[in-house]
């Protein structure tokens, strides 16, 4: 199952909000993680279950879609939130994610 | 709470096997399947394959090849050995733990917690 981000990169200000898509290539049902990743460090989960918030992740983040489209949202950036964020689909294997889509600062 | 620690040669030549260890820490190793995951640098996240802690194992079909991932439950520790490895195997490896939850509306997973991943360059 392929997994298309969009965008593939992002400018934007502290406070902004930010809308990143993914698009399953064929239905997955809610199995969609979501995943932040900074410079020199490994992802860390923010969603799974396409819309469950992982324990410690602050509110401000939040996602949706089921089937073929999904949405990850920052409804208000902050300085921490600038990172590269990569979907994951766990409907079958070989589990794939994202291209990747990096928000930069304005 | 459960911590991973990725640990093996930083540096490997051409046509050898790549091997790397992931020690649980934290935590038991048993009832949970254990991933393995490599980055380019640069680049985007692959899914290498998993370990369930009974021994049972699945591989990405584009590795499946070359790729075996074993378990030692008395040491809290899974392997990865990439055999043949060309300069395309240069990547950051990360282990992660593949959790889940069953709830009235799925079974669902995802990776967490990651270990700090590990750089291994392939060069003569």
């Known amino acids: 199952i392929q997994l298309t981000q969009s965008p593939s990169s992002l400018s934007a200000s502290v406070g902004d909000r930010v809308t990143i898509t993914c698009r399953a290539s064929?239905?997955?049902?809610?199995?969609l993680a979501w995943y932040q990743q900074k410079p020199g460090k490994a992802p860390k989960l923010l969603i799974y279950?396409?819309?469950t918030l992982q324990s410690g992740v602050p509110s401000r983040f939040s996602g949706s879609g089921s089937g073929t489209d999904f949405t990850l949202t920052i409804s208000s950036l902050q300085p921490e939130d600038f990172a590269t964020y990569y979907c994951?689909?766990?409907?079958?294997?070989?589990?794939?994610f994202g291209q990747g889509t990096k928000v930069e600062i304005k | 709470q459960v911590q991973l620690q990725e640990s093996g040669p930083g540096l490997v030549k051409p046509s050898e096997t790549l091997s790397l260890t992931c020690t649980v820490s934290?935590?038991?190793?048993?009832?949970?399947?254990w991933s393995w995951i490599r980055q380019p640098p640069g680049k985007g996240l692959e899914w290498i394959g998993y370990?369930?802690?009974?021994?049972?194992?699945n591989y990405n079909p584009s590795l499946k090849s070359r790729v075996t991932i074993s378990v030692d439950t008395s040491k809290n520790q899974f392997s990865l050995k990439l055999s043949s490895v060309t300069a395309a195997d240069t990547a950051v490896y990360y282990c992660?733990?593949?959790?889940?939850?069953?709830?009235?509306?799925?079974?669902?997973?995802?990776?967490?917690?990651w270990g700090q991943g590990t750089l291994v360059t392939v060069s003569s």
């Open positions: 992660a733990r593949d959790a889940n939850v069953d709830t009235a509306m799925g079974f669902y997973n995802w990776f967490d917690p």
């Open positions: 934290g935590g038991s190793i048993s009832s949970y399947y």
């Open positions: 370990i369930y802690y009974s021994g049972s194992t």
């Open positions: 064929q239905g997955i049902s809610s199995y």
């Open positions: 279950a396409a819309s």
């Open positions: 994951q689909q766990l409907n079958s294997y070989p589990r794939t």
